[in-house]
């Protein structure tokens, strides 16, 4: 144990009633080392989520149709880079190693989506992307900034949040754009076919095979994985609805209904998806990362290792 960890002294008791009280956790003299545990691993997650969406973005961003739209598509790289530093910050706060954590651990060992491990190709799938992959960034963080415990990170997500809603704007201004010529509409629904469902995942195991007691119980999150996927489809079902994009999902007057078989068999190599699977098989492909892992991660720390 680390000097920092023996300062997270609190009981689970303790820590329960402070939060009882309506009280944030401001640091380590406030936690229990399984609070101090819990906040870490999602820290983690958030932050490698948003390092990783630089290099698969800028991967993307050559395809720009004009010099502007490269210009737009780098300041939201910046700002995921901007978003990652908040992450790793934090956990720098909370004891953790922050040049091991990015620059010194292997890219299998690195926490974020499947989703972001298979390449985006051209224009068509990066402004999709901002439209799908940073909506569901935005329900997850929006949660965590409504519910989050933690202060220092809850204060911090308020600035994130503004700068998602760019992200999205940007995505769905090029989608109604691009739907509406009937080419480029080939074109974009050919990569929501893949990226769709891809999203899907994201949010990760169902409710019934994943539980969330102390995540719900020390507010890390305030919704249940099958929560915040009907709150994505919320989003997204009806504005591609409404531009003429065609998504496996509809709303039956009580909830959004996925219209495909779910979870699925993904072929990485060609971005097609096939036959219905169980999770245990989705979690095998989730484990051994995707194309792009390796690639990304990479780049990221190839200056740190070449300095």
């Not at 680390?2 to 939060?19: C, G, K, N």
């Amino acid at each position: 144990m680390s000097h920092v960890d023996e300062l997270a002294q609190r009981t689970e008791d303790e820590v329960r009633e402070h939060l009882k009280a309506g009280k944030l956790v401001e640091g380590l003299q406030h936690m229990s080392p399984e609070y101090l545990k819990g906040i870490r691993r999602i820290l983690t997650v958030s932050a490698d989520t948003e390092l990783v969406s630089a290099p698969a973005y800028l991967r993307a961003a050559q395809h720009a149709p004009a010099l502007n739209n490269f210009g737009s598509a780098m300041s939201i790289i910046q700002d995921e880079l901007a978003h990652a530093h908040i992450g790793y910050r934090l956990l720098g706060d909370l004891g953790v190693d922050m040049n091991a954590l990015i620059y010194e651990r292997e890219p299998g060992a690195f926490k974020y989506p499947y989703a972001f491990d298979v390449p985006l190709d051209s224009w068509y799938e990066l402004v999709l992307a901002n439209a799908l992959y940073d909506q569901a960034g935005f329900v997850l963080l929006s949660d965590v900034h409504a519910s989050s415990t933690f202060g220092p990170w809850k204060r911090a997500l308020a600035k994130v949040d503004k700068e998602e809603t760019f992200h999205l704007r940007h995505g769905r201004t090029w989608v109604k754009k691009l739907a509406a010529d009937p080419d480029d509409k080939k074109r974009l629904q050919a990569s929501l076919d893949w990226m769709f469902v891809l999203t899907l995942e994201w949010f990760g195991l169902p409710d019934e095979r994943k539980r969330h007691g102390i995540q719900l119980e020390y507010g890390f999150k305030g919704k249940s994985n099958d929560q915040l996927r009907q709150d994505w489809m919320a989003e997204v079902v009806p504005f591609m609805t409404e531009v003429g994009l065609d998504v496996p999902a509809h709303h039956d007057g009580e909830r959004w209904v996925i219209d495909c078989p779910f979870p699925r068999a993904f072929d990485e190599e060609a971005k097609r998806w096939g036959d219905e699977i169980s999770w245990d098989d989705v979690m095998v492909r989730w484990k051994a990362r995707g194309p792009m892992n390796v690639d990304y991660v990479n780049r990221l720390q190839r200056g740190y290792r070449h300095a």
